[in-house]
């Protein structure tokens, strides 16, 4: 049992750290942009990637979801999680793609990036494949190279950032150039990777029987995938969609400062799904319920620390002009507790082969929080998306922790 708790310790801290690790790059990486560029231009910035990012995940289907459950279960099925990987990210990613094009005008206020826009997009196949094929390293428990593979994209972007900062041509358009570029070799890279280290291509062969199994799970999965980005990201897509570029700008900032509460949660949830699953229901359940308490603790700490000294974070690492981030940000840090532990039992309910309720609640919130997106937007603009997001936020904690508890009363009765 202390080995066992030594190991889960170990790749939580390894997450944690990665995690840690990934932030402060992309900090750095925002920092440098927000100096040179303003708000106006970080924003275009930021949407440029955020609707790639954004349709991988909604078009996904949280087949990486599922590939992590049957490789951490079933070992002798990764070949054919492989090939099917390989082909769902063909097909769904060509399909996305399509989609994007028809729809690309309307996806950004403005309009002069339109056409860098539909070059980033073409990264969509490649991201995809990384991201299933990430998950299996994950399911196997192969955290190391798991986190590496979370890392590299984050750095190469750092880098590119930075060197043009240096060379004084830091501008959107090769910055997103770069990015791309980025995007493809990653696909590549991961391919390598999981060829080399989990499975040779010569024995990857389709299963269309596991291929419906890993359809079937990603779907029960994808409700509350679908529902989790539109509870995290609805407010900057109308942002990016409906309003100057200048506001994404400062509330990309309150975002990512407050959207370090997720350390925590997020490096736990990633070893929740493997390192429960295989357990019988009553031992996962205590487990999962000591994970929430655990992070609960942290976390108030952690964002009262963030709420005091908001004001010199912003004004030392972005200058005076994203201050009007500071309500939107501490509005941000409490929904965010909301968040962390809700999503803890998410992760939970799946480790319990339960998805759907994790779904639904994602379901519920995302409802609360779209409408108090469309009545505080206009008015109160990005105070007005912290507030929804506030809400939406808590609800989400509520019916998973209302799910999660009637499971353990089942599994004590």
């Known amino acids: 049992m202390k080995v066992f708790l030594r190991k889960e310790i170990f790749h939580i801290s390894g997450n944690f750290i990665t995690r840690i690790i990934i932030s402060f790059v992309d900090l750095a990486a925002g920092i440098i942009i927000a100096r040179s560029l303003g708000p106006e231009g970080k924003g ?29 279960r079933e070992r002798e099925k990764i070949p054919s999680l492989l090939a099917n990987s390989l082909i769902f990210s063909i097909v769904l990613g060509g399909i996305i793609l399509l989609f994007s094009e028809a729809f690309v005008y309307y996806l950004f206020h403005d309009k002069r990036y339109i056409f860098l826009a539909r070059i980033v997009l073409l990264t969509i196949p490649f991201s995809l494949f990384s991201d299933y094929a990430i998950w299996i390293f994950n399911g196997i428990k192969n955290y190391m190279v798991f986190n590496l593979l979370r890392f590299l994209p984050r750095f190469f972007y750092f880098a590119f950032v930075m060197f043009f900062f240096l060379k004084g041509k830091l501008e959107i358009q090769p910055v997103i150039l770069s990015f791309t570029g980025v995007q493809i070799f990653m696909g590549f890279l991961t391919f390598v990777l999981v060829a080399g280290l989990v499975c040779p291509p010569s024995r990857w062969k389709k299963d269309s029987f596991l291929m419906k199994e890993q359809l079937s799970m990603g779907l029960k999965m994808h409700l509350g995938v679908f529902t989790q980005i539109g509870n995290k990201r609805a407010d900057q897509a109308l942002l990016i969609s409906f309003f100057d570029p200048k506001e994404i700008g400062l509330y990309s900032v309150a975002v990512n400062i407050s959207e370090f509460l997720l350390f925590l949660s997020h490096s736990i949830g ?67 507790i909301g968040w962390s532990i809700g999503n803890i039992f998410d992760q939970g309910l ?52 209302v799910f999660f508890i009637r499971t353990a009363i089942r599994s004590n009765s």
């Open 350 to 401: 799946k480790s319990l082969k339960l998805p759907l309720y994790g779904s639904i609640a994602g379901l519920i919130s995302f409802v609360f929080n779209l409408a108090f997106l469309l009545l505080l937007l206009p008015p109160l603009k990005i105070t007005g998306a912290a507030i929804a997001s506030l809400i939406g936020y808590f609800v989400y904690f509520l019916a998973n922790y």
């Open 270 to 336: 990633l070893t929740i799904v493997p390192s429960t699953a295989p357990l019988e229901r009553e031992r996962a359940v205590r487990r999962i319920k000591k994970y929430a308490l655990g992070s609960l603790f942290f976390l108030i700490i952690f964002s009262l620390f963030l709420y005091f000294i908001s004001p010199w974070v912003i004004k030392f690492l972005y200058g005076e002009a994203f201050l009007p981030a500071l309500l939107p940000l501490r509005i941000l840090l409490l929904a965010h």
């Open 44 to 72: 275009n910035l930021y949407a440029l990637r955020f609707w790639p990012a954004i349709l991988v995940w909604l078009g996904g289907l949280s087949i990486g979801g599922s590939n992590t459950y049957f490789s951490a």
